[in-house]
């Protein structure tokens, strides 16, 4: 009887992280189609105005967006299991994007614009909720398996959708590309109701009530989450600038549609392999040169391939530093972000987090295009790699004074 009853546990955990895996799978995918195809639409569209002003526009209201986007998550977060809300949210994205859609030809201008806001928000929500159901409901022997195979399983389907949409749009047009998009946020809602059917019974950590004020104050109250928000803000205005700049590029290069959509689509599935490649070997990685080792590595690369930029501002060497910080966020970052979070007590986990993974994370890129807008309004913008080095700088100081913290933290607690 035990033996039956330990081969259907099996068996549902079996299905369970199937299913897990197929929704990594699926969002990532939609969103590697959405992002390659709304960002060369956009460039389309605005290809008589400055980027200087139409990506920080786009930037800063998305950060807006995204500050009222977290009121309601931390409002709704403690009333309702996550994957209820994730399949409510991708759903209502779903009928966002076909709203913004079939509306595209009465303005092409006012809805690719409004299409780009809607692409950073939907995704930044769905992943935090996926990665908190993650953190409530696994327990630590397995999570960070877990980890692992869902970050591998979401990169390959951001992959498939990178090369995907280079080929349909050269066949369909990036316009009518771009459709796949929603059947795949009704394919995740789909499975986001399987999840939450699965899981009803599993006993997981509630997440505590709260609202936009409390994260304030965990963070503001915590020596350690300050600098962590930092250190986070830091990466998001350098990945920032590093994107305004290929960007331009991009569109100096190929000012074709469907080719520049090609390329970028390709230059993106490049990026999600070589995130593979790194996400195996991280661990390995932490375990030899640290978390501290990890995260001064990353600033200091960087700095060396801003400079070579500088010094020779191809196609080249912009695709190169590109790829760098893109892989590095989406891999080593990432990994050592997370082992960050670990000392850190249940609410602290919930909702500074949440804070600063959803609203710090989308504000300080609000905050760098007010920078680049001011930098190129002055016709200073050879002042935009030197502020990408300085953010290098304070990386690596933010980065001793985290480790420090992280180990007292440990100290104390274990």
Request: net charge positive; hydrophobic share 50%; glycine share 4%.
């Amino acid at each position: 009887m035990k033996t039956n009853e330990m081969k259907k546990k099996l068996l549902i955990e079996d299905i369970s992280t199937i299913t897990l895996t197929s929704l990594c799978f699926i969002l990532m995918f939609s969103y590697s189609v959405a992002r390659v195809s709304i960002t060369s639409l956009l460039l389309e569209e605005f290809v008589n105005e400055s980027l200087s002003v139409i990506f920080p526009y786009a930037w800063i209201t998305t950060g807006i967006t995204t500050f009222f986007v977290v009121i309601i998550y931390n409002n709704l977060s403690y009333r309702y299991s996550l994957m209820k809300l994730y399949y409510t949210f991708s759903l209502f994205s779903g009928v966002v994007f076909i709203f913004l859609f079939l509306l595209y030809d009465f303005n092409p201008k006012v809805f690719i614009f409004l299409l780009y806001i809607w692409k950073e928000t939907y995704i930044i929500v769905l992943v935090e909720l996926f990665w908190s159901f993650w953190a409530l409901t696994f327990d630590s022997q397995v999570a960070s398996m877990k980890y692992r195979l869902f970050s591998i399983i979401g990169t390959l389907g951001a992959t498939g959708g990178d090369l995907l949409i280079g080929r349909m749009a050269s066949i369909w047009g990036t316009y009518n590309a771009l459709f796949i998009v929603f059947p795949s946020l009704l394919i995740c809602s789909s499975i986001a109701l399987k999840i939450n059917f699965l899981f009803k019974h599993k006993r997981t950590r509630q997440i505590s009530e709260g609202n936009f004020l409390s994260s304030i104050k965990v963070v503001w109250n915590s020596k350690y989450l300050v600098p962590l928000a930092l250190l986070m803000c830091i990466l998001q205005l350098s990945t920032t600038v590093i994107e305004y700049k290929y960007n331009f590029t991009l569109k100096m290069a190929y000012p074709e549609l469907d080719q520049r959509t090609d390329i970028s689509g390709m230059i993106q599935a490049l990026i999600n392999i070589l995130t593979l490649f790194i996400l195996i070997l991280t661990p390995n990685m932490i375990k030899k040169i640290g978390i501290s080792g990890i995260l001064i590595t990353i600033p200091i690369t960087l700095s060396i391939l801003i400079i070579s930029f500088s010094l020779n501002p191809s196609m080249t060497n912009i695709v190169v530093l590109r790829i760098f910080s893109k892989v590095a966020c989406y891999s080593l970052f990432r990994g050592a972000k997370e082992l960050l979070y670990i000392p850190l007590d249940k609410e602290e986990i919930i909702h500074g987090k949440s804070f600063i993974d959803m609203f710090g994370f989308r504000s300080s890129q609000a905050f760098t295009s007010l920078l680049v807008m001011v930098l190129a309004n002055l016709n200073l913008e050879q002042l935009i790699l030197i502020s990408l080095i300085m953010f290098q700088v304070v990386w690596v100081l933010l980065t001793f004074l985290i480790i420090k913290r992280f180990n007292e933290l440990n100290h104390e607690r274990y």
